[in-house]
């Protein structure tokens, strides 16, 4: 490794777990950091060892509550204050990439508003997951290293090894992910459509290709309430699947998603460890499968250190 900026990685709170495991395949420790509270709530994050001099990666997945994002900047700000030689935010889950463009008056643009806001606290690159969009790549005015969680879906559905696969999307706006599990697992696609009447609620839909006969994977590249995914499960299944399960890379499960998906026709979730799955142990987790991304976002970390191509550990 580069002696000269050694690689220190460190952890914001919400994805402690997460930065541990990249630590350990790194081979490294995790850095110390502490986080003082004030009374009234505000956040004061602190390095507890000097980063005079190192390449800096700093882990938080960005999902509500906004302390996450705050924790985030504050912890990039220190360690450019702190003579850092270079700051890179690996985020596993970008939060508000949602907010990726103007779908209506008057609303903001929230995913390139945090990409200001990590370019203003002094980020030098972003590390992440499965965009929401991949063209949110575009909003940064530094260097976006976007890693795909197809590098460890694909070998896990190959291994289901089912004769009869097709790939679908759960709407239009997933077809283009869906055609590249398509292309690599060699099978069909199908494509969901579906009318929404307000944020967060599926009116109807309906499904395009051939369902008769298949075991369908469903792919996304996340599942917020599971409204979507369980009642394209349950069309698809009416429509004469023989097996539906869902692949998505972010496993955010609000509100009533725990128990839609246990109640619906999925035989199976596959979801990634972006995020963390509830502790609320009265919450079904039972046909949840989560894969770890730890190590392929610790080869990642090596190969950016390194300043080697990344593309070699990926499938895109």
């Not at 979507?228 to 069309?235: E, F, I, Q, S």
């Not at 972006?274 to 090596?302: E, H, R, Y």
Request: hydrophobic share 40%; glycine share 6%.
């Amino acid at each position: 490794m580069n002696n000269l900026h050694p690689l220190k990685v460190f952890a914001c709170r919400n994805s402690a777990d997460f930065a541990a495991g990249v630590a350990r395949h790194l081979g490294v420790e995790l850095g110390q950091v502490g986080c003082d509270r004030f009374s009234d709530g505000e956040i004061q994050p602190v390095y507890l060892e000097s980063v005079r001099g190192a390449q800096v990666f700093i882990v938080q997945s960005t999902c509500p509550p906004a302390d996450n994002l705050m924790e985030l900047l504050l912890m990039i700000d220190a360690a450019k204050r702190a003579s850092a030689h270079s700051v890179v935010a690996v985020i596993p889950y970008f939060g508000w990439a949602r907010q990726d463009r103007k779908d209506r008056p008057r609303v903001s643009i929230g995913a390139k508003l945090v990409a200001n806001l990590l370019h203003a606290a002094g980020c030098d690159r972003v590390m992440t997951c499965d965009l929401h969009a991949d063209q949110i790549q575009g909003f940064f005015d530094f260097p976006v290293d976007h890693i795909y969680g197809s590098t460890v879906f694909i070998p896990y559905l190959q291994s289901l090894n089912n004769e009869n696969l097709a790939i679908a999307a759960p709407d239009m706006g997933g077809a283009k992910r869906a055609n590249t599990y398509a292309k690599h697992l060699k099978c069909p696609v199908i494509i969901c459509h579906k009318q929404r009447t307000k944020a967060n609620v599926v009116g109807s839909i309906t499904a395009i290709g051939d369902v008769e006969g298949k075991d369908v994977i469903i792919v996304d590249d996340m599942i917020d309430t599971a409204g979507t995914l369980t009642k394209a499960a349950n069309v698809l299944k009416e429509m004469g699947a023989k097996s539906v399960r869902a692949c998505a890379t972010h496993a955010v499960l609000s509100g009533p998603a725990y128990e839609r998906i246990a109640e619906s026709e999925l035989e199976e979730v596959i979801v990634s460890d972006t995020l963390k799955l509830t502790d609320d142990p009265a919450k079904d987790k039972s046909k949840i499968k989560v894969l770890s991304m730890q190590s392929t976002f610790a080869t990642i970390i090596g190969d950016v250190y390194n300043y080697e191509s990344i593309s070699k550990n990926l499938i895109y």
